[in-house]
């Protein structure tokens, strides 16, 4: 059974910097894509933040703010977020789906998801 869950949420000034870790279990990920997602508020389509495969991919308004990177031997991801600001609070999501060419930004394209873990930046 495919498991994958978040840690290192928490409260952040503005300015700062966070890192978040997504574990993963139940399989080999290593040639999996893997993602992160974000969400607010409740109930809105996740937001594509980041995700890699051997390169990154970035959804614009991250772009040299955070870093995606992976650890195949611990089957962990991590996000680096730097310079953050208030509208980066959301529900932070890993996710993995198979290998594809391309990296999908679309959630319905990932087939795993962790429980979230929230980032909350204050002013």
């Known amino acids: 059974q495919v498991q994958l869950v978040e840690s290192g949420g928490g409260l952040v000034q503005a300015g700062g910097s966070h890192r978040l870790s997504c574990s993963a279990s139940?399989?080999?990920?290593?040639?999996?894509?893997m993602a992160w997602f974000r969400q607010t508020p409740p109930g809105m389509e996740r937001e594509f933040v980041a995700?890699?495969?051997?390169?990154?991919d970035y959804a614009d308004s991250m772009k040299g703010r955070f870093t995606i990177s992976r650890d195949n031997a611990k089957n962990t991801v991590y996000l680096q977020m730097n310079r953050l600001k208030p509208e980066d609070t959301a529900v932070y999501y890993c996710?993995?789906?198979?290998?594809?060419?391309?990296?999908?930004?679309?959630?319905?394209?990932?087939?795993?998801w962790g429980q979230g873990t929230q980032v909350t930046v204050s002013s």
């Open positions: 996710a993995t789906r198979p290998f594809t060419s391309t990296i999908p930004r679309s959630p319905n394209d990932y087939r795993h």
């Open positions: 139940g399989r080999t990920f290593s040639s999996d894509i």
């Open positions: 995700a890699i495969i051997w390169n990154p």
